[in-house]
C-alpha cells in the first residue's frame, strides 16, 4: 500500500490529457466570440477548482486539453459544470435544443516528467494536422503562440519544466520549442490519438485506480 508520501507523489507527478468533440462531429465553436466564451468560462472554472492548465486546443468540433487538478476527485464534476454552462450558452444564444457534446469527456493521465512535452505538442498540433494553418503557433485558439511568440492569454500557465528543458533567453527558447513541435513523429502522436490507458512507467501506472470509467491516484489502502 502507498505511503502518504507516495500518494503525494504521484499527485506531483499526475496530470491529464482531457478530450471532448460535438455530437455527431457538429461544430462546437462557430464565431470568435463562442472561442472566447469558452476559454474565459474554463479560466473561471480552472480557479475556482484549482486547476492548472499547460497545454490546450480549442478545434471547432473538439478540444484537447492537458491540465493538472490539486484534487483529480473532482475532475468529473469540474468537467461536467464546464460543459453543461457552455451548452447552455449555445442554447441561448443559436436557439436549438438536444445534445451538443457526444458524451462524456475523455481523460489520459500522463505522467509528467516523462510525456508533458510530447503531448502538449500532440495538442498543438492539431491545427497543422487539420491543415489549418502551416505553423501551429499560428492558430489563434490553443497554447502554442505562448510558448512559441510569447503571447499571453487567459488560459496558459507554463510547463513545469519548460525553462529547465529549454534554455537560454527567452528569444532562443521559442526558437528551441518552434523547433520542437515541427519534429513531431508518427509512432509518438499514437500514444495520444486513442487514449486507450495511461502514459508512465509502470511504478505510475501501478498507483493508479480506475474509478467509474477515470483513472485516478489509489487510495491508501487500511
Same mark, same amino acid.
Given at each position: 500500500?502507498?505511503?502518504?508520501?507516495?500518494?503525494?507523489?504521484?499527485?506531483?507527478?499526475?496530470? #491529464?490529457?482531457?478530450?471532448?468533440? /460535438?455530437?455527431?462531429?457538429?461544430?462546437? +465553436?462557430?464565431?470568435?466570440?463562442? @472561442?472566447?466564451? =469558452?476559454?474565459?468560462?474554463?479560466?473561471? #472554472?480552472? *480557479?475556482?477548482?484549482?486547476?492548472?492548465? &499547460?497545454?490546450?486546443?480549442?478545434?471547432?468540433?473538439? &478540444?484537447?486539453?492537458?491540465?493538472?487538478?490539486?484534487?483529480?476527485? *473532482?475532475?468529473?464534476?469540474?468537467?461536467? /459544470?464546464?460543459?453543461?454552462? #457552455?451548452?447552455? @450558452?449555445?442554447?441561448?444564444? @443559436?436557439?436549438?435544443?438536444?445534445?451538443?457534446?457526444? /458524451?462524456? +469527456?475523455?481523460?489520459?493521465?500522463?505522467?509528467?516528467? =516523462? @510525456?508533458? +512535452?510530447?503531448? /502538449?505538442?500532440?495538442?498543438?498540433?492539431?491545427?497543422?494536422?487539420?491543415?489549418?494553418?502551416?505553423?501551429?503557433?499560428?492558430?489563434?485558439?490553443?497554447?502554442?503562440?505562448? #510558448? !512559441? !511568440?510569447?503571447?499571453?492569454?487567459?488560459?496558459? $500557465?507554463? $510547463?513545469?519544466?519548460?525553462?529547465?528543458?529549454?534554455?537560454?533567453?527567452?528569444?532562443?527558447?521559442? *526558437?528551441? &520549442?518552434?523547433? &520542437?513541435?515541427?519534429?513531431?513523429?508518427?509512432?509518438?502522436?499514437?500514444?495520444?490519438? $486513442?487514449?486507450?490507458?495511461? !502514459?508512465?512507467?509502470?511504478?505510475?501506472? *501501478?498507483?493508479?485506480?480506475?474509478?467509474?470509467?477515470? +483513472?485516478?491516484?489509489?487510495?491508501?489502502?487500511?
Amino acid at each position: 500500500m502507498p505511503s502518504s508520501a507516495r500518494t503525494h507523489q504521484l499527485k506531483e507527478s499526475l496530470v #491529464y490529457h482531457i478530450f471532448n468533440r /460535438g455530437d455527431d462531429k457538429r461544430c462546437l +465553436f462557430h464565431s470568435d466570440d463562442d @472561442y472566447q466564451y =469558452f476559454i474565459n468560462l474554463f479560466s473561471d #472554472y480552472a *480557479k475556482t477548482q484549482e486547476v492548472v492548465i &499547460y497545454h490546450w486546443v480549442l478545434m471547432p468540433n473538439h &478540444y484537447h486539453l492537458l491540465v493538472e487538478f490539486k484534487e483529480p476527485e *473532482k475532475m468529473s464534476s469540474m468537467m461536467a /459544470g464546464l460543459s453543461r454552462a #457552455y451548452v447552455h @450558452y449555445c442554447h441561448k444564444k @443559436y436557439n436549438f435544443v438536444g445534445h451538443l457534446w457526444q /458524451g462524456r +469527456f475523455k481523460s489520459q493521465p500522463i505522467q509528467k516528467e =516523462f @510525456y508533458i +512535452f510530447s503531448c /502538449g505538442r500532440y495538442i498543438e498540433r492539431n491545427p497543422v494536422k487539420a491543415n489549418i494553418v502551416t505553423n501551429a503557433w499560428e492558430y489563434p485558439y490553443s497554447s502554442a503562440a505562448f #510558448y !512559441c !511568440c510569447d503571447k499571453k492569454d487567459n488560459l496558459t $500557465n507554463e $510547463n513545469p519544466l519548460f525553462s529547465a528543458i529549454f534554455t537560454n533567453e527567452s528569444a532562443e527558447q521559442q *526558437k528551441k &520549442y518552434k523547433e &520542437y513541435l515541427s519534429a513531431f513523429n508518427a509512432e509518438e502522436e499514437g500514444l495520444f490519438r $486513442n487514449m486507450k490507458g495511461p !502514459c508512465g512507467s509502470r511504478e505510475f501506472q *501501478k498507483r493508479l485506480m480506475l474509478n467509474e470509467g477515470r +483513472f485516478l491516484p489509489r487510495r491508501r489502502g487500511r
